[in-house]
């Protein structure tokens, strides 16, 4: 359960992101089904102590958005509606780490990579592993990394399965 400024988020089996405002609270869900309550007698910002809550929790499906307004009238129930897939990951961006390398030997920035990361990837050539890179990288984009390697290394990557990309020195 989250709690923002009175308002309750239960998960059940789920992932979502809460974002508390000054006049609102925004349930996102990425995954399952939420519930969303304001009790009765709960503290509420900006609004009278004696203006009853709604009765009834709000239920949130996966790629929806509520919005409760905390200085809503009562029994007004928020509206639920639908986020499109690039609002959601743009909602979301903060969640996903970015690492900054400056100089950075191949073989740390790899280490930092994959344990952020599905893929994983291995250095099958030790000539590469000292190479030093530089740049702000996203941990959950991979391609990006490799056309930095691929581009300006002289490296090559090989994906073996979904989830592996093996380095090594383009010939």
Not at 10 to 20: D, E, I, N, Y
Not at 94 to 100: G, Q, T
Not at 116 to 145: C, M, W, Y
Not at 162 to 167: A, P, S, T, Y
């Amino acid at each position: 359960v989250v709690v923002a400024s009175g308002v309750e988020v239960r998960a059940v089996g789920t992932a979502f992101s809460v974002q508390l405002g000054e006049s609102a609270v925004a349930v996102l869900v990425t995954e399952g089904r939420v519930s969303v309550d304001k009790p009765p007698g709960t503290p509420r910002t900006g609004v009278l102590a004696s203006t009853p809550a709604p009765e009834s929790p709000a239920f949130v499906d996966s790629g929806n958005l509520l919005v409760v307004d905390l200085a809503q009238q009562a029994n007004t129930s928020p509206v639920v509606t639908p986020v499109p897939a690039e609002e959601m990951a743009e909602r979301l961006a903060w969640r996903v780490p970015r690492l900054e390398f400056s100089g950075t030997p191949l073989s740390e920035a790899v280490a930092m990579l994959n344990q952020h990361n599905r893929v994983q990837f291995l250095i099958a050539d030790p000539t590469i592993a000292q190479e030093q890179v530089s740049g702000l990288f996203r941990a959950d984009k991979a391609d990006a990394f490799v056309h930095v390697l691929e581009t300006g290394f002289r490296i090559k990557a090989e994906r073996r399965g979904d989830f592996v990309i093996v380095l090594q020195r383009a010939l």
